[in-house]
């Protein structure tokens, strides 16, 4: 829940504010509640600057966590805001980083709104060529969203650039069209707003009717709002009217009134216009010293606020009443100020850093002045106090560097107590010899006693089941094991995202933490449980687990030894789970060197035998050669012969030929028979039981 600032609400809308608060405390969810945080930093924006911007911060803080595409939104809430408080250089940045994060998001809507803000700031500052061109842009934007809301904005923005270059007919266009978009919509505070610029308009046009009607159309609503700062705003406007119409006194009475409740608002922004108008009127009267006075003081506030316009005219009117007091010094002083002013807006950003350097240095010569003052006229007073300051201050030095020595030595005992269970663990034989399961009863056990508290478990991060599983759990009180359990990713989202963007999750109050919230109804509040001290363990990169340390009865504080403490016993189990795999490598490369062994003795006896077989196949290849060379050829030769010599002698008869051609022929078909009986029969082939079995 966000902290609610106690804030003096008065002139402000308070049933509004108090209503924007309540809506902030009881935002059913997030998103709810940045909107809400988003209309407070708006409704104190000009009363209360300080709380707008704290506000805005919140919600933008509010709008990065939950990824919103609109958060330049409270971005130019800040920048409002500061405009309003009358830093006009922290307003520009503001500005600028909604336009950066707009574009990125493709916010049209606040890109217009941020251009729109530049413009205005720009022309206040008297930079109206850059002016224009952010309030022609935001314009643009806000046409092409047909948000009349922004145009009616963009508007005003246009109608007042037209104004100060005096482009009165263009300026009353754009202020009218406002006016007429902004009672449609039925705002009372944005017609308020468009009335007042019109009442300005018309003033310095010189209507001064026009203008009071105006104005006092204005206040007729103002004061049914009881709005302080628009209040200020329009006295402030029908006190010029009533300056422009020579009613002297009821002018004066208007500004005062207008005055005290810019001062009481410390609406910064308002009060340089409002205090040349009160030197103006008194001008006019012939208060000259007081005249002067306001007339410096409106000088002071334009340097601080970097309003180059009403710092000119301070110069002017205190340039006219050196004059009147016939101080030849300051006239010129002031005059030469006053023209340099006016002959140098190009170079008016070495003209801010001048005004500011002697604004500053104005503000530290008066504090030294009013310092020297006090330490005069209360010497013996400050010195008293001083002594007894030093006498405290030593008291505090000395009872805090013992308290601080003593939180050191328990801290050390407590880190050389921790490290020492780190050495234990390193030594452990279970996680040196790779046994996961002993190693893990061994860590929560130890780390249970160690930081004394209530439970401690290791889980087992499994994305593809989308769960984790407990390895170990172990509770304190009963010195038990507890049984394995497992939790489902969607049980509680906000903590699994949390896991993986931070290593420890330190929860002192574990049922109201962002965090761990999820589990206040469904786990912490029927096992009595506190407090949760959580850190997260890594494997070849990835997120493998996480060590769980709960409190139960009461809440625990977690000191940063207890978080360097899990964090380290974090690490070891990554390292009892790299033992493990080194066992389970050590074991399969064992297997396969088994399984290579015996392969290699298979091998080499299939070798050997099919080497004794290729021997015994070239062997019978060679008998075979021998046999075809030899045995088939001698019959086949003299058949060949014969049959070659009964071609050439043609007086040898056939008859002739007959019996030794028939008896090579019995002989190598005998011979081809037995080949073929051998091989039919299985058995080896030689040439001596060729011929063995021709002599038998």
Same mark, same amino acid.
């Given at each position: 829940?966000?902290?609610?600032?106690?804030?003096?609400?008065?002139?402000?809308?308070?049933?509004?504010?108090?209503?924007?608060?309540?809506?902030?405390?009881?935002?059913?969810?997030?998103?709810?509640?940045?909107?809400?945080?988003?209309?407070?930093?708006?409704?104190?924006?000009?009363?209360?600057?300080?709380?707008?911007?704290?506000?805005?911060?919140?919600?933008?803080?509010?709008?990065?966590?939950?990824?919103?595409?609109?958060?330049?939104?409270?971005?130019?809430?800040?920048?409002?805001?500061?405009?309003?408080?009358?830093?006009?250089?922290?307003?520009?940045?503001?500005?600028?980083?909604?336009?950066?994060?707009?574009?990125?998001?493709?916010?049209?809507?606040? !890109?217009?709104?941020?251009?729109? /803000?530049?413009? $205005? +700031?720009?022309? *206040?500052?008297? &930079?109206?060529?850059?002016?224009?061109? %952010?309030?022609?842009?935001?314009?643009?934007?806000?046409?092409?969203?047909?948000?009349?809301?922004?145009?009616?904005?963009?508007?005003?923005?246009?109608?007042?650039?037209?104004?100060?270059?005096?482009?009165?007919?263009?300026?009353?266009?754009?202020?009218?069209?406002?006016?007429?978009?902004?009672?449609?919509?039925?705002?009372?505070?944005?017609?308020?707003?468009?009335?007042?610029?019109?009442?300005?308009?018309?003033?310095?046009?010189?209507?001064?009717?026009?203008?009071?009607?105006?104005?006092?159309?204005?206040?007729?609503?103002?004061?049914?709002?009881?709005?302080?700062?628009?209040?200020?705003?329009?006295?402030?406007?029908?006190?010029?009217?009533?300056?422009?119409?020579?009613?002297?006194?009821?002018?004066?009475?208007?500004?005062?009134?207008?005055? !005290?409740?810019?001062?009481?608002? /410390?609406?910064? $922004? +308002?009060?340089? *216009?409002?205090? &040349?108008?009160?030197?103006?009127?008194? %001008?006019?009267?012939?208060?000259?010293?007081?005249?002067?006075?306001?007339?410096?003081?409106?000088?002071?506030?334009?340097?601080?606020?970097?309003?180059?316009?009403?710092?000119?005219?301070?110069?002017?009117?205190?340039?006219?009443?050196?004059?009147?007091?016939?101080?030849?010094?300051?006239?010129?002083?002031?005059?030469?100020?006053?023209?340099?002013?006016?002959?140098?807006?190009?170079?008016?950003?070495?003209?801010?850093?001048?005004?500011?350097?002697?604004?500053?240095?104005?503000?530290?010569?008066?504090?030294?002045?009013?310092?020297?003052?006090?330490?005069?006229?209360?010497?013996?007073?400050?010195?008293?106090?001083?002594?007894?300051?030093?006498?405290?201050?030593?008291?505090?030095?000395?009872?805090?560097?013992?308290?601080?020595?003593?939180?050191?030595?328990?801290?050390?005992?407590?880190?050389?107590?921790?490290?020492?269970?780190?050495?234990?663990?390193?030594?452990?034989?279970?996680?040196?010899?790779?046994?996961?399961?002993?190693?893990?009863?061994?860590?929560?056990?130890?780390?249970?006693?160690?930081?004394?508290?209530?439970?401690?478990?290791?889980?087992?991060?499994?994305?593809?089941?989308?769960?984790?599983?407990?390895?170990?759990?172990?509770?304190?009180?009963?010195?038990?094991?507890?049984?394995?359990?497992?939790?489902?990713?969607?049980?509680?989202?906000?903590?699994?995202?949390?896991?993986?963007?931070?290593?420890?999750?330190?929860?002192?109050?574990?049922?109201?933490?962002?965090?761990?919230?999820?589990?206040?109804?469904?786990?912490?509040?029927?096992?009595?449980?506190?407090?949760?001290?959580?850190?997260?363990?890594?494997?070849?990169?990835?997120?493998?687990?996480?060590?769980?340390?709960?409190?139960?009865?009461?809440?625990?504080?977690?000191?940063?030894?207890?978080?360097?403490?899990?964090?380290?016993?974090?690490?070891?189990?990554?390292?009892?789970?790299?033992?493990?795999?080194?066992?389970?490598?050590?074991?399969?490369?064992?297997?396969?060197?088994?399984?290579?062994?015996?392969?290699?003795?298979?091998?080499?006896?299939?070798?050997?035998?099919?080497?004794?077989?290729?021997?015994?196949?070239?062997?019978?290849?060679?008998?075979?050669?021998?046999?075809?060379?030899?045995?088939?050829?001698?019959?086949?030769?003299?058949?060949?012969?014969?049959?070659?010599?009964?071609?050439?002698?043609?007086?040898?008869?056939?008859?002739?030929?007959?019996?030794?051609?028939?008896?090579?022929?019995?002989?190598?078909?005998?011979?081809?028979?037995?080949?073929?009986?051998?091989?039919?029969?299985?058995?080896?082939?030689?040439?001596?039981?060729?011929?063995?079995?021709?002599?038998?």
């Amino acid at each position: 829940m966000f902290l609610l600032l106690a804030l003096p609400l008065a002139g402000q809308n308070t049933e509004l504010i108090q209503g924007l608060k309540r809506d902030v405390a009881r935002a059913p969810n997030d998103d709810q509640r940045y909107e809400a945080l988003n209309k407070l930093s708006w409704e104190l924006r000009t009363a209360f600057p300080d709380s707008g911007i704290f506000y805005a911060q919140k919600a933008l803080a509010l709008g990065r966590a939950l990824g919103r595409k609109d958060i330049a939104k409270p971005l130019n809430f800040i920048g409002v805001a500061n405009t309003h408080k009358g830093d006009n250089l922290a307003a520009y940045d503001f500005y600028k980083q909604a336009l950066g994060v707009a574009a990125e998001n493709k916010d049209l809507l606040q !890109a217009g709104h941020a251009h729109n /803000n530049i413009g $205005r +700031l720009f022309m *206040e500052q008297g &930079l109206l060529d850059k002016a224009y061109e %952010h309030l022609v842009l935001g314009k643009k934007m806000f046409d092409e969203l047909n948000d009349p809301t922004g145009i009616a904005y963009s508007l005003q923005g246009l109608g007042g650039y037209y104004r100060i270059t005096r482009q009165w007919k263009q300026s009353e266009e754009n202020y009218l069209a406002a006016l007429k978009i902004r009672i449609g919509l039925g705002n009372k505070k944005e017609i308020i707003s468009a009335q007042l610029q019109l009442g300005k308009l018309y003033l310095s046009d010189n209507k001064v009717d026009l203008a009071l009607r105006y104005f006092e159309s204005a206040d007729s609503i103002a004061q049914t709002m009881h709005d302080l700062i628009s209040t200020s705003e329009i006295k402030v406007g029908i006190g010029e009217c009533l300056f422009g119409q020579g009613n002297l006194v009821e002018a004066e009475k208007k500004v005062s009134e207008g005055l !005290a409740n810019i001062l009481r608002s /410390n609406n910064i $922004r +308002l009060l340089p *216009e409002a205090y &040349l108008i009160m030197g103006q009127i008194l %001008h006019k009267k012939g208060n000259i010293p007081e005249a002067k006075e306001y007339f410096t003081k409106t000088l002071e506030v334009s340097t601080s606020r970097q309003d180059l316009n009403v710092r000119m005219e301070a110069y002017f009117f205190l340039w006219q009443t050196d004059k009147l007091q016939l101080n030849s010094h300051a006239v010129f002083d002031n005059y030469e100020n006053y023209v340099a002013l006016k002959d140098s807006i190009k170079r008016l950003e070495a003209e801010h850093r001048e005004s500011q350097f002697r604004f500053q240095l104005a503000i530290e010569r008066k504090d030294s002045e009013n310092l020297l003052l006090k330490v005069r006229s209360e010497r013996k007073t400050a010195v008293i106090f001083v002594l007894v300051v030093l006498v405290i201050s030593a008291i505090i030095i000395v009872y805090q560097l013992i308290r601080n020595k003593r939180q050191m030595m328990k801290r050390n005992r407590t880190l050389e107590s921790h490290m020492t269970t780190l050495v234990d663990f390193s030594k452990n034989r279970s996680l040196a010899v790779g046994n996961l399961a002993h190693a893990a009863r061994d860590i929560v056990s130890i780390t249970a006693k160690k930081l004394q508290t209530s439970q401690v478990s290791i889980w087992i991060y499994h994305e593809n089941e989308g769960c984790i599983k407990t390895l170990a759990c172990y509770n304190l009180a009963s010195d038990q094991y507890l049984d394995a359990a497992s939790l489902a990713f969607c049980d509680a989202p906000h903590y699994f995202e949390a896991i993986k963007k931070e290593r420890i999750i330190a929860a002192v109050d574990a049922r109201t933490d962002p965090a761990t919230r999820e589990f206040t109804d469904t786990y912490f509040i029927p096992n009595n449980i506190y407090s949760l001290l959580d850190a997260t363990f890594f494997l070849d990169g990835h997120l493998k687990g996480l060590l769980c340390c709960e409190h139960q009865h009461k809440i625990k504080t977690w000191s940063a030894e207890d978080k360097l403490f899990v964090s380290s016993v974090a690490d070891i189990i990554t390292l009892a789970f790299r033992s493990s795999q080194r066992l389970e490598y050590e074991k399969h490369i064992k297997d396969q060197s088994r399984k290579i062994a015996h392969m290699n003795e298979v091998l080499e006896d299939r070798v050997k035998h099919r080497t004794e077989e290729l021997e015994a196949q070239n062997k019978r290849l060679s008998e075979y050669a021998f046999i075809n060379s030899h045995l088939l050829r001698g019959p086949l030769s003299r058949i060949l012969g014969l049959i070659n010599l009964l071609d050439h002698d043609k007086d040898l008869k056939e008859s002739d030929l007959i019996v030794p051609l028939r008896k090579s022929g019995e002989e190598l078909d005998q011979i081809v028979r037995k080949i073929t009986e051998a091989l039919n029969d299985g058995k080896h082939l030689t040439v001596e039981r060729l011929r063995d079995e021709e002599v038998g």
